[in-house]
């Protein structure tokens, strides 16, 4: 499914300025535990998260996800928002819980 | 060198001593055991056993407890002597010699000596049920599985890291290591965590850009990031990132001058970690360094000396007909 429709079936806050449109998101993976990401995030699936600081983008460029999905209406700092930009990461946020908007996407059938 | 051989050796032998002889059989067997009734006949067991590619069968009742075992002996004499369609409780072996899943390894491997058969049941003692069957082949992947989490320091290690040997060898083929050779450099000249994995980064754009194929440099990436992460996180110092790229695989070498790794073996367990909690509170230090860094290379050697710092080195096989030009 590409990544345009996913957010705007889920109403998430697009957060850097890359262009989206030609990106297929092929999974999904929710986790805060930088290493289980690192183990098990694949290419192109999008990252469930509440964790913000500036590392995730490192594990999202490393890990090849299509974005992530900051959970909880958390706020990115600038200086992760500026990073991604610079790395090309796409980074959204939304006001459910990290286990809603897996089941979201789950529904959406991303699976 | 300091101290005398004999005293060594009994050190490593007190040291392997303890790694082998905690093994329970609980940990040794094969829990994918095939079970026959004694009401069946030994065609059946011969069949089950080529089909399963096994040479012994453990004849259970309908409570699962064991009666008997059937081997390949005595489908041989079945087939000999003309009795092949007979029930197997006729011909089975009734006195079967099992393995309690407490006994540990030393009375295993007597076992196996005084008895001479190929395979032994694994029984839970209460119930006499069969969880399992141990072959040598058993005992032998146990073994290996262990040898390949022991790391042994001695004397002659610390000798080696005294002189910094270890820093112009390479861990993995023990050849002679030109780091100015190497065909990407990075140094972690910084301690702020949020930084983490830069050098990882640089190191996966520099692989793409020589055409490696994506599956191998995100292999590299992640246990290059997480080995990058342990130097930032716990070694207190600086250190380097080392790779070499050859046509059939990729070396990276990591290196820390910091305060080293005290129990290695610990710390190569699944969910093991030292890490101060406000970095946890980050989601690192979930204990799966060093686990993903195992899982990802193809092979890994890890030195470490407290107070020293830490070397890693992994090799990555490239895939054959992968997309490198």
Redesign the interface.
């Known amino acids: 499914m590409k990544l345009s429709e996913i957010i705007e079936h889920l109403d998430l806050e697009v957060v850097t300025g890359k262009d989206f449109e030609n990106i297929e998101v092929t999974g999904g993976y929710t986790c ?8 098990n995030c694949n ?1 192109g699936m999008a990252w469930i ?1 509440v ?1 913000s ?3 995730i983008v ?2 999202a ?4 996800a299509a974005c992530i999905i900051l959970a909880n209406n958390h706020e990115y700092p600038s ?1 992760t928002i500026q990073k991604a930009n610079d ?1 090309g990461v796409i980074l959204l946020k939304s006001s459910l819980n990290s286990y809603k908007l897996s089941g979201e996407l789950y529904k959406l059938g991303i699976r | 060198m300091k101290g005398n051989a004999p005293e060594r050796l009994d050190v490593l032998i007190d040291e392997l001593k303890g790694i082998f002889s905690n093994i329970k059989a609980h940990e040794i067997m094969n829990t994918s055991v095939v079970v026959i009734r004694p009401d069946r006949t030994l065609y059946q067991a011969k069949e089950l056993m080529r089909l399963r590619k096994i040479s012994g069968v453990p004849v259970c009742d309908e409570k699962g407890a064991l009666v008997g075992i059937v081997s390949i002996e005595d489908i041989i004499k079945a087939l000999e002597n003309d009795y092949i369609n007979d029930r197997i409780e006729k011909w089975m072996t009734k006195n079967v010699v099992w393995i309690d899943e407490n006994e540990e390894l030393i009375d295993i491997v007597e076992k196996f000596s005084r008895y001479g058969f190929g395979r032994f049941p694994v029984l839970n003692p209460e119930t006499k049920k069969v969880i399992g069957i141990i072959t040598k082949a058993d005992i032998l992947s146990t073994i290996l599985k262990k040898l390949k989490n022991l790391y042994v320091r001695d004397q002659r290690m610390t000798n080696v890291l005294e002189k910094s040997d270890l820093h112009s060898i390479s861990l993995i083929t023990g050849e002679k290591l030109d780091k100015s050779g190497a065909d990407f450099y990075f140094e972690i000249n910084y301690s702020d ?6 050098g ?2 640089k190191l ?1 754009e520099f692989l793409l850009s020589r055409g490696i194929d ?1 599956e191998t440099v ?1 292999k590299v ?2 246990a290059t ?2 080995a990058e ?1 342990n130097v930032v996180i716990h070694s207190e110092s600086t250190g380097r990132i080392y790779c070499f790229v050859k046509d059939d695989f990729i070396k990276v070498r990591v290196e820390d001058n910091g305060k080293g790794i005290e129990n290695l073996e610990l710390a190569m367990q699944e969910g093991y970690s030292t890490a101060p909690d406000y970095v946890r509170e ?3 230090g ?4 060093l ?2 860094m195992k ?1 990802c290379s193809d092979k890994m050697v890890v030195v470490s000396e407290v107070g020293k710092g830490v070397i890693v080195e992994m090799l990555f096989n490239i895939k054959l007909g992968g997309e490198k030009s």
Do not use: P, W
């Not at chain 1, 460029?61 to 090849?64: A, D, F, L």
């Open positions: 805060d535990l930088l290493s289980e990401v690192m183990a290419k998260t964790q600081h500036l590392n490192a594990v460029t490393i890990c090849g200086e790395e | 965590i949020n930084m983490a994995g830069i990882a980064a996966r994506e995100r990436a992640i990031y997480e992460t980050l989601g690192f979930a204990g799966m360094g686990v993903n899982r």
